[in-house]
């Protein structure tokens, strides 16, 4: 039956189809691309957030029938001069990152301000307490929105800085686009004809697929295609570097773990695919999953994935002089056990996939990838047609932190389009999107480490055993990557350090943020606390005896020859120290080490193209993803700083008109490699405009921006100057807690080489320290047989904006000869150290040593308002 209602003053009438949501509603029919599908349906991240008879509501939670009669008002609906002021708000104070939730806040924000034209930090903290932010850590957010009411007041004007070069806080590229949800993610595009696809995954972990009956979904009225694995014309298995993950699970095959797509479906609605989907009948044989390390391991464990004998993927091992005889002649010797667990990244965009038969016999494919050239690779390969018949464009991407990196539903989307002859998109549910991506890893650290009588550090030895889940990912090299990494920033001259990767039936994990360096920083620093209560030294002393300076060798081997920001970093921090202790204020300090850079041998490259274009601006093609990190603006300041020309004249474009494949957007590389492929190219420009030339005559031509890294060693090879990465990040952080044991406020110091955008850079430290409080106390993915036992959002446990606490930023700049005009990657070690200081902070408070993450019986932890688990999905009930 029609409903009526009125939609941003316009009268509306529509029929209802069954099980579509009110979001669905104003997105899939009416068009509308301000309210964002983050979790539907469980209303928990607001960005679907629209105004009912005046009331902010979650429209993902309520039924498209009980529209009738209301009238809603969504970003688009809100006065065009409010909603530009609004949105130059959010970009002024650099309030916003992948940009997902915004337009769910930018309204929230219209709202209270109606209400509350002044509103104090509190009220504002309230008011977001519904809405989700993984980028920001909300800080900004806050200072956006008291930037709004002054502008709302007429007492200011905002004005984001339009361009500039390097040094200045220029606004995010697109930034107004975003903000109010003009630009569109993937899950945005729309076109004639278009199908909507679902996926129907393994209910088991570990289950030998006996049949797939797929009659009852193709009876369904409006489904168009159900595909399973007899319909992959070419390579089933993908994988960044094994070929081990099918795109589907075909009958006779036994299952890995709960995100196994078995089959998929075309229809012409979301919710007729869903239920299609819903309705694909599979039988089972069942078998008991393997979920424990340790149970993995033993020689008559069954095998996990066929491609990986014993369940082993990987060890990595450093060995450095005489481990046990230097810890025997340790004047201080400490050990224990540390635990880090399982984490989501909860990117606010679930995995969206968009494909489109082109006239030419080519398939068009949006992707919010990490690296739309491995994206390219793989789909193709899986469709058996040449990489040249399948053309990639990369989207907004609406968070990712590594959960992006591997493929998730972009070649049964490029299939089914295929098949059908139609355009189709693909998007997740969040449970879905929850079960299928890789996680971070929980890693068990055993160390047994020593110190002199002064508190120099004598020797580490190191045992890490990783769950790293049901497929290879990039697993190995995030395990490396903690070995590589085991002894933090700090010197120490004796290693015996082993890193294993160990293959479950749980959920792949891979890479995220800080990619296992944050869980051997949490066990290094316990370390050194420990250290120092057993030498009778203040735990900032013993850091500064042990931090690597120049000329100092680091766990890896790798001899530092320049750039070594840390104890600049530490001393930064020395001031605010003081006054907490004398105070009487618990405070706990840490320090971390990020690598910029794959390294390990590894050849990489940044490629990117200018491309003069006859209206005067220039397309400035890149291989790299931007995820909300800021690597677009950057690029543009690069550009800005060479050529001379305003930044805003260099378009950034992610696609794959040349051939710039650089593989993923990972290890905090994408300002490093593409800023000096991007000074390159844009040298060559600027050599044409002294030499007299105008953007207009030189209307057409491209130039070439490449780069390639050829000088960095596997770890543990024998050379004489082992050079592992091409330059590290360092940082330095406090935590203070209050008289409670509450989060009361970070001090971070950060060497970043040089500082490119001030304001993105503060944005990004203060987002990763938002994560790291949230790995710290209050984040965990936990599972029951390989299947995640919550998958609601606030239960995973991100940080609400009313538990965020004061994030002081302190940028140093230690000139990284090798980084584009200095600079070295920041994205991912603002929550390396975190987890450590905090721990170190309720050690202050309460006399307790905690080894176990999240710390969520901590007085700190338990005052985070969510992470609790309640309820959990009955075992009936998966599917
Ligand atoms: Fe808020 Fe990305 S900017 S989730």
Same mark, same amino acid.
């Given at each position: 039956m029609a409903i009526h209602f009125e939609l941003n003053g316009t009268r509306q009438e529509v029929e209802p189809r069954e099980g579509e949501s009110l979001l669905s509603l104003l997105r899939d029919r009416l068009g509308l691309s301000s309210p964002k599908n983050g979790c539907e349906p469980q209303g928990q991240c607001g960005c679907c957030l629209a105004l009912i008879d005046g009331q902010p509501k979650?429209?993902?939670?309520?039924? &498209?029938?009980? &529209?009738?009669g209301k009238a809603i008002v969504t970003l688009e609906g809100v006065p065009e001069e409010e909603r530009r002021l609004l949105a130059r708000s959010f970009v002024a104070a650099a309030g916003l990152q992948c940009g997902f939730c915004i337009p769910g806040i930018v309204l929230r924000t219209h709202h209270l301000l109606a209400q509350s034209p002044d509103p104090s930090r509190e009220e504002i903290a309230k008011a977001l307490d519904v809405h989700l932010c993984r980028c920001t850590g909300y800080l900004k957010l806050f200072e956006a929105v008291e930037l709004a009411a002054r502008a709302l007041r007429g007492e200011v004007d905002p004005q984001p800085l339009a361009a500039g070069g390097v040094g200045e806080a220029v606004a995010r590229h697109q930034g107004e686009a975003l903000a109010l949800g003009e630009r569109p993610y993937v899950d945005d595009l729309r076109r004639e004809g278009m199908l909507f696809g679902a996926v129907h995954l393994s209910a088991h972990a570990r289950a030998t697929v006996r049949a797939i009956d797929t009659r009852a979904a193709e009876a369904m009225e409006g489904v168009v295609r159900v595909a399973t694995a007899a319909d992959v014309p070419g390579e089933r298995f993908h994988g960044l570097l094994h070929q081990d993950w099918p795109g589907f699970v075909a009958v006779g095959e036994t299952t890995r773990c709960v995100g196994d797509v078995l089959a998929v479906v075309a229809a012409r609605d979301p919710q007729t695919a869903r239920r299609a989907a819903a309705a694909i009948a599979v039988d089972y044989e069942v078998h008991p999953p393997v979920v424990d390390v340790h149970e993995a391991m033993r020689p008559d464990a069954p095998r996990v994935n066929d491609r990986h004998p014993g369940n082993l993927l990987s060890i990595s091992k450093i060995v450095l002089g005489d481990a046990e005889a230097a810890l025997r002649g340790s004047a201080h010797r400490v050990e224990g056990t540390w635990r880090t667990q399982r984490i989501e990244h909860a990117f606010l965009e679930p995995e969206a996939a968009f494909a489109e038969p082109r006239e030419d016999g080519t398939l068009y494919l949006a992707t919010q990838g990490q690296g739309i050239f491995d994206d390219r690779r793989q789909v193709a390969a899986f469709l058996g047609v040449p990489e040249a018949e399948v053309f990639v464009e990369l989207f907004p991407n609406g968070g990712a932190f590594g959960g992006k990196e591997d493929l998730s539903i972009q070649p049964q989307t490029a299939l089914l389009a295929r098949l059908t002859g139609r355009p189709v998109k693909l998007t997740l549910t969040r449970e879905q999107s929850i079960r299928m991506h890789p996680k971070r890893h929980p890693i068990e650290l055993r160390y047994e480490a020593g110190c002199d009588a002064e508190g120099r550090l004598t020797a580490v030895r190191a045992r890490l055993i990783g769950d790293t889940g049901a497929y290879a990912s990039v697993g190995e090299k995030v395990l490396r990557r903690a070995a590589g990494h085991a002894c933090g920033p700090y010197r120490v001259p004796t290693l015996d350090v082993e890193a294993a990767a160990v293959m479950t039936n749980n959920p792949p994990c891979g890479a995220m943020r800080g990619f296992g360096v944050n869980q051997a920083s949490f066990a290094m620093e316990g370390v050194l606390d420990a250290l120092a209560e057993a030498a009778g030294l203040d735990p900032f002393e013993l850091r500064r005896r042990n931090v690597v300076e120049v000329g100092d060798t680091l766990t890896s081997g790798q001899r530092l020859e320049k750039s070594v920001g840390i104890g600049e970093c530490l001393e930064r921090l020395r001031p605010a120290y003081e006054a907490a202790r004398a105070a009487g204020k618990a405070v706990g300090v840490a320090c971390g080490i990020k690598n910029s850079g794959i390294g390990n041998g590894a050849v990489e490259h940044g490629r990117t193209r200018l491309r003069v274009e006859a209206d005067g601006t220039v397309a400035l093609y890149n291989g790299f993803t931007e995820m909300g990190q800021g690597l677009s603006t950057l690029l543009q300041q690069f550009a800005a700083e060479v050529t001379g020309l305003p930044s805003s004249r260099f378009v950034p474009r992610t696609d794959t008109s040349f051939e710039l494949g650089c593989g993923q957007t990972t290890g905090s590389r994408g300002t490093l490699l593409s800023g000096r492929a991007v000074i390159a190219a844009a040298e060559q420009l600027r050599d044409d405009l002294a030499a007299g030339a105008t953007l207009e005559s030189l209307a057409g031509k491209t130039y070439r921006g490449e780069i390639e890294i050829t000088d960095t060693h596997p770890l543990g090879k024998k050379v004489e100057r082992p050079k592992t990465h091409t330059t590290y990040g360092f940082a330095a952080q406090l935590v203070i807690l209050d008289a409670e044991g509450r989060l009361e406020k970070v001090v971070a110091a950060h060497d970043v080489g040089r500082v490119v955008n001030p304001d993105l850079c503060v944005g990004q430290i203060q987002g990763a320290v938002h994560m790291g409080l949230g790995h710290a106390l209050s984040e965990e993915l936990p599972c029951v047989d390989g299947m995640p036992i919550a998958t609601r959002l606030r239960e995973i446990g991100v940080l609400r904006a009313r538990d965020m606490p004061e994030v002081e930023v302190h940028l140093v700049e230690a000139h990284e000869p090798e980084g584009p005009f200095g600079a070295k990657g920041v994205g991912e070690i603002g929550l390396v150290p975190t987890a450590g200081a905090v721990a170190a902070a309720l050690f202050a408070f309460d006399g307790v040593r905690r080894r176990t993450l999240p710390m969520k019986d901590s007085p700190a932890g338990r005052a985070i308002t969510v992470g609790r688990i309640r309820a959990r999905i009955p075992r009936e009930e998966w599917r």
């Open positions: 979650t429209t993902c939670t309520i039924p &498209a029938q009980r &529209a009738d």
